[in-house]
T-cell receptor, first 112, second 115 residues
Framework: GNSVTQMEGPVTLSEEAFLTINCTYT??????LFWYVQYPGEGLQLLLK?????DKGSNKGFEATYRKETTSFHLEKGSVQVSDSAVYFC???????????FGAGTRLFVKA | AAGVIQSPRHLIKEKRETATLKCYPI?????VYWYQQGPGQDPQFLIS???????DKGSIPDRFSAQQFSDYHSELNMSSLELGDSALYFC??????????????FGPGTRLLVL
């Protein structure tokens, strides 16, 4: 079946450190891949997406590349800020009214 | 830009009561999805509707029902509430159903507490 696996958290970094959150997926066909961010007490916000192999999604300094050969969609940011502290969810989605499949989420803490 | 609207934002109920959550999708979005997120958990898919017809079904208890109305808003009805129903309930909407450009946009959620 389809699934998403993320690296376990929490991840604790100092401000301006480099961030990588690993995400791998198992899927049939060609889903779109997403990263969502959830700040404390808030809803899910779409961070970035990629709809086909080799696409790179980017937003607010975050990037992720859809790698079909390694079935991965790792999230990266060159220099994190305290305000990036949140839970990050990797997800895959086929569209057409079908559900989004989420990873378990990775909590990020950034220290000043 | 208009976003997905959910109401109420917070709801407190007692066990065995009923609750109705409402979702108003982004204008011109034809597909609505419901998710349940327990504390420290990832969102779990409940049910979705496309053009007022159920399109996919997940782990929705029989005590819950949902529908999408002619104006595309959706309601999630929850009966015989249990303590374990306490969670954050998200609605999401999308358009271009069935295309690779489709993206789900999530609402802020309704936080339900069952006492």
């Amino acid at each position: 079946g389809n699934s998403v696996t993320q690296m376990e958290g929490p991840v604790t970094l100092s401000e301006e450190a480099f961030l990588t959150i690993n995400c791998t997926y198992t899927a049939t066909g060609y889903p779109s891949l997403f990263w969502y961010v959830q700040y404390p007490g808030e809803g899910l916000q779409l961070l970035l997406k990629a709809t086909k192999a080799d696409d790179k999604g980017s937003n607010k300094g975050f990037e992720a590349t859809y790698r079909k050969e390694t079935t991965s969609f790792h999230l990266e940011k060159g220099s994190v800020q305290v305000s990036d502290s949140a839970v990050y969810f990797c997800a895959l989605y086929y569209g057409g009214g079908f559900k989004t499949i989420f990873g378990a989420g990775t909590r990020l803490f950034v220290k000043a | 830009a208009a976003g997905v609207i959910q109401s109420p934002r917070h709801l407190i109920k007692e066990k065995r009561e009923t609750a109705t959550l409402k979702c108003y999708p982004i204008p011109r979005h034809d597909t609505v999805y419901w998710y349940q997120q327990g504390p420290g958990q990832d969102p779990q898919f409940l049910i979705s509707f496309y053009e007022k017809m159920q399109s996919d079904k997940g782990s929705i208890p029989d005590r819950f029902s949902a529908q999408q109305f002619s104006d595309y808003h959706s309601e999630l009805n929850m009966s015989s509430l249990e303590l374990g129903d306490s969670a954050l309930y998200f609605c999401a909407s999308s358009s271009q159903a069935g295309t690779r450009q489709e993206t789900q946009y999530f609402g802020p959620g309704t936080r339900l507490l069952v006492l």
